[in-house]
């Protein structure tokens, strides 16, 4: 594809057509766009068309956004074909930083990530002139460029905060901070000189603080996984400069609106986060400065104001005292009872008092409200961040603490106030935050202190808040909560007493309280501990109805739609009882919820309601159909007519749910297959819905269940079901799904059905193992030639890979089973495995012939070995490829539906119960056949252990001796 003025107007029209508001016109382009990013020279004209001026900024951000979206797809070379040229890879690095920079801010974001991407593949070893590239652009004096330089370094080194400790990530941090640590430091203090500068000049204070808030984000990066040598060396340029920076005040940089964040609050929390890691983890070297920034951000708590805008300092600002409270060596500083007094009464209490903003918050956007209170939310919080400060001080002096609080619950459960209800929120959650000592998102509170009663405030203010019709929603809210945080330390027989409560809760106007209600009653449903009777069908049943009820009448109101809390209550309840749902509830369950299908796959919007959707459809199938199959139809008469419709409108998000669920259908035939299936078979060969990596997944399941329950009906179709397999297996990411489609061919088809493909699937797979050989394609190429072996015959496998070219399967026998045997994992896999190994031992006569009786004996005791010791999962460090169980983002993802999730089949069954046993029984049969030739090749080939493991073997299946 050719740079030329008619080649970008053509790119153009298209870019805008993908912004029409037109459904059919967007994916039209969409189309086109994904057929020709492939083509030579695509990334360099679309960079060509961002970089002009004379194109609309619209257009100029499609642009940008696309070539993101496309890097993110095709950057990483995933299998033999570069979908990127080499060529193009190498001027797209060379042109897009200096884009990046001099492109208008919208276009900007959308370039400094795709750097990111390819960073992330590329940099250091492919593109080790970036950081000196980037370091350049210091030097200009431009803080539009700067200011991009270093947001694209903080995206860069963002992913350091994440990802796990190796020498590889080691090296990369090393050799980023050799060349970007001085220069980042210089910067910093020129900075800071320039801020003393212009103090009076707001919009020169802007820019300057922009830069400062993104350099302590580096530096905060660059220091998290380990104190680097260069910043440890220059501790003195960094922290006496950030300490001032918590004291400044500036009018200037104060913003207006009590909700927007001015930049200063920015890099005074942002520098509280920095303080807090070195506090934490560094506390050592940090020692020298820590007293400074304690005093600095007390004094910095006392000042601030409890508007929204502040909200993060205060929540970082309050992280670090708790750092510095959770170290045994400064414990002492939190000791002395005057002073716990003042933090309880100065910092603690007032942040966690529910303010004007957190209550129109709960009515004006319910779920921002719940996603930043919620049991396992990540979202910082002055409450979040307060709660953990009293539990830290607990851990320091728990009993005083706890005093301290006591005075003010009696003040707040007390009070005369016309907020009466805030103060009862607000004991509720000193409670809550106070008796937590330890926690986890799954169990809720798992220890608690010994200085709360529990069950006492649980009789005298939490049960009349759940069931009193004057109880504020807020307070509702807070009870539900209590009982949701302390579900494993309350009785069991309150738990279960309040479930009736929570139900009638579950229908409440209000969105906060039916879907604290809905969190509460589906975490009390999943309880499975040691020594914990979990709650049974039985418990829930006589509420189960009016459950079901309440939960569908609250999906009415306005807001709740689609809220997924309540649907995954709907999916945890009908999982619970299962087969104890009356066909009627069944019927009706089925109807309501396609009738809501159908009604969000006009526009998908909640992944997490869609997902519980179909996952409660595959659990009403699995329930109703396992035993029996008969009751299959009334869920395909109900459930085909939508998924007609989501497959003719292409809705990407649906399309790998409804092949789950149309696979779980599939499997549990035991009749012929209607004929609505079949129609659909072709469309499943389609090549564009292989080419979507969320669709790879529940295809293949589903093409193997066609194999399985219809291979007459798909024998016609084996080259197209061949080729699919091609396309798979030059995917290092999609490699297993190819191998799952041959097993599955082995198994079910007739033996001779694709007898002629058989050889160019061999010299497909020995190719691809030439080019990229993986850990994963190793196990699972073994595990293909084994079932092979098994059902096929061990023969004719030495014959075909023979055929390819002369002696080959002792390459095989040598590189691969005897190598790589330990490899292989999971228990049908290994058995098998054993079971092809086995079949090759005594059934192939080729194995016992000069050519490759001397790999006899060490394949018999690789088997053995494989037998008695547990697996090799280790992994070359230099080898990268996605895990099976690894999937991206939502949109384009493989969501597994849990309980649409199928087990993995064992061929053999009770045929094969023991292959030890196995094992023995085909050696005896062998030295039958080959009489005086078996003792001799074991006793000479096998040694050590494995030579006692054989006479172990022979012994339980009652076999004497070899002939």
């Not at 400065?289 to 104001?305: C, D, I, K, M």
């Not at 045997?821 to 228990?827: C, F, M, R, S």
Request: aromatic share 10%.
């Amino acid at each position: 594809m050719e740079v030329n003025d008619q080649n970008l107007a053509a790119l153009s029209n298209y870019l805008e057509q993908t912004l029409s508001p037109a459904p059919e016109t967007r994916k039209e382009a969409e189309k086109f766009l994904a057929t020709v990013e492939v083509q030579r020279n695509f990334p360099i004209l679309i960079l060509k068309l961002i970089s002009m001026e004379t194109a609309s900024i619209s257009i100029r951000v499609a642009g940008a956004v696309y070539f993101k979206n496309m890097i993110k797809r095709l950057w990483k070379v995933d299998g033999p074909e570069d979908k990127i040229s080499a060529e193009d890879r190498a001027q797209v690095k060379t042109l897009i930083v200096d884009l990046m920079l001099s492109s208008p801010e919208q276009v900007q974001r959308q370039l400094s990530d795709a750097i990111t991407i390819i960073g992330a593949e590329d940099f250091p070893a492919k593109w080790e002139n970036l950081i000196g590239d980037m370091v350049s652009k210091f030097e200009t004096g431009n803080f539009h460029v700067i200011n991009g330089i270093l947001q694209t370094a903080h995206s860069l080194f963002k992913r350091y905060r994440y990802e796990m400790r190796s020498d590889e990530l080691f090296t990369e941090i090393k050799f980023v901070i050799q060349h970007f640590g001085e220069p980042l430091t210089v910067l910093f203090e020129k900075l800071l000189g320039l801020a003393e500068q212009h103090a009076a000049d707001v919009n020169a204070l802007k820019v300057v603080f922009n830069s400062l808030v993104t350099i302590s984000k580096c530096f905060y990066s660059l220091n998290v996984q380990d104190l680097p040598e260069f910043f440890e060396d220059n501790m003195a340029r960094w922290f006496p400069r950030f300490l001032p920076m918590l004291k400044l005040e500036n009018k200037l940089l104060l913003t207006d609106d009590a909700e927007e964040v001015g930049l200063l609050e920015m890099l005074k929390s942002q520098i509280c986060e920095n303080v807090a890691l070195y506090a934490q983890k560094y506390d050592e070297e940090f020692a020298t400065y820590l007293p400074g920034f304690v005093e600095a951000v007390w004094e910095l708590l006392l000042s601030t104001s409890q508007e929204v805008k502040y909200d993060l300092l205060v929540s970082n600002a309050i992280k670090f005292l708790t750092s510095v409270a959770e170290r045994p060596q400064y414990a002492e500083l939190f000791s002395n009872d005057d002073i716990l007094t003042k933090i309880c009464e100065k910092v603690l209490v007032p942040n966690m008092k529910l303010r004007e903003s957190d209550v129109e918050l709960f009515e004006d956007n319910p779920f921002q409200y719940i996603r930043a209170d919620v049991e396992g939310s990540d979202a910082e919080t002055r409450r979040r961040s307060a709660s953990d400060f009293v539990r830290a001080l607990c851990n320091v002096k728990e009993q005083t603490v706890s005093g301290i609080f006591s005075a003010y619950l009696g003040n707040l459960l007390g009070g005369t106030s016309g907020n009466k209800w805030i103060d009862k929120e607000a004991a509720i959650y000193i409670v809550i935050s106070l008796a937590v000592k330890t926690k986890t998102e799954k169990h809720g509170a798992t220890t608690s202190n010994s200085f709360i009663n529990l069950v006492d405030f649980y009789n005298t203010q939490i049960k009349v808040d759940l069931t009193s019709p004057e109880t504020h929603p807020i307070v509702k809210a807070a009870a539900i909560k209590y009982i949701m945080t302390f579900r494993m330390m309350l009785p069991r027989d309150v738990i279960v007493s309040s479930l009736p409560m929570l139900v009638g809760l579950v229908s409440e106007k209000s969105i906060v309280v039916h879907s604290y209600a809905a969190t509460a009653i589906e975490k009390i449903l999943i309880i499975k501990m040691p020594n914990y009777v979990s709650i049974t069908a039985a418990e829930l049943a006589p509420e189960f109805e009016k459950l079901l009820t309440n939960l569908f009448n609250s999906f009415k109101y306005e807001g709740s739609g689609e809220n997924e809390y309540l649907m995954k209550l709907v999916m945890r309840s009908v999982s619970l009882m299962k087969a104890n749902l009356p066909v009627p509830i069944v019927q009706h369950l089925t109807g309501v919820l396609t009738a809501k299908l159908t009604e969000i796959c006009r526009n998908p919007s909640q992944p997490h309601f869609n997902h519980y959707v179909f996952e409660t459809f595959s659990c009403l199938i699995r329930g109703s159909c396992i035993g029996k199959p008969e009751n299959i139809t009334g869920f395909e008469s109900a459930l085909f007519p939508v998924f007609q419709e989501i497959l003719q409108k292409d809705v990407t998000e649906f399309i790998p749910y409804v092949f789950q669920v149309l696979s779980l259908m599939l499997e549990l035939q035991n009749r012929p297959i209607p004929g609505q299936y079949m129609a659909l078979f072709p469309f499943l060969l389609t090549p564009l819905l292989w080419e979507r990596p969320g669709s790879i997944p529940p295809l293949t399941r589903l093409i193997q269940a066609f194999i399985e329950k219809n291979p007459e009906g798909v024998k016609d179709s084996i080259q197209s079901i061949l080729g699919i397999f091609q396309k798979l297996i030059a995917s290092r990411s999609n490699d297993h799904f190819g191998f799952y489609l041959l097993n599955t061919m082995i198994e079910h088809l007739d033996k001779t059905a694709f007898t002629a493909s058989v050889k160019g699937v061999f010299m497909l797979l020995f190719q691809r193992m030439q080019s990229s050989k993986t850990t994963k394609f190793m196990r699972s190429f073994i595990v293909f030639m084994s079932l092979f072996a098994a059902q096929v015959g061990a023969q004719p496998l030495i014959e075909t890979v023979d055929s390819i070219q002369a002696g080959l399967f002792g390459m095989v026998l040598e590189k691969i089973f005897i190598a790589e045997l330990q490899k292989v994992t999971g228990e049908t896999d290994r058995k098998i495995a054993a079971v092809g190994v086995i079949k090759l031992l005594t059934e192939g006569p080729a194995m016992l012939n000069d050519n490759y009786v001397k790999w006899w004996a060490p394949l018999l005791t690789a088997l053995i070995h494989m037998f008695e010791e547990s697996a090799d999962t280790s992994v070359p460090a230099d080898e990268h490829f996605i895990e099976i169980e690894d999937t991206p983002g939502y949109s384009t993802a493989f969501n597994q539906l849990v309980f649409a999730t199928k087990k993995p089949t064992d061929p053999f069954g009770a045929s094969v119960a023991n292959p030890r046993q196995l094992l023995a029984e085909s050696l005896q049969k062998l030295s039958v056949r080959y009489p005086g030739k078996l003792t001799p090749l074991i006793q000479q080939g096998v040694t050590g252990p494995a030579l006692g493991k054989i006479q172990e073997y022979l012994s339980a299946a009652n076999i004497a001796s070899l002939s």
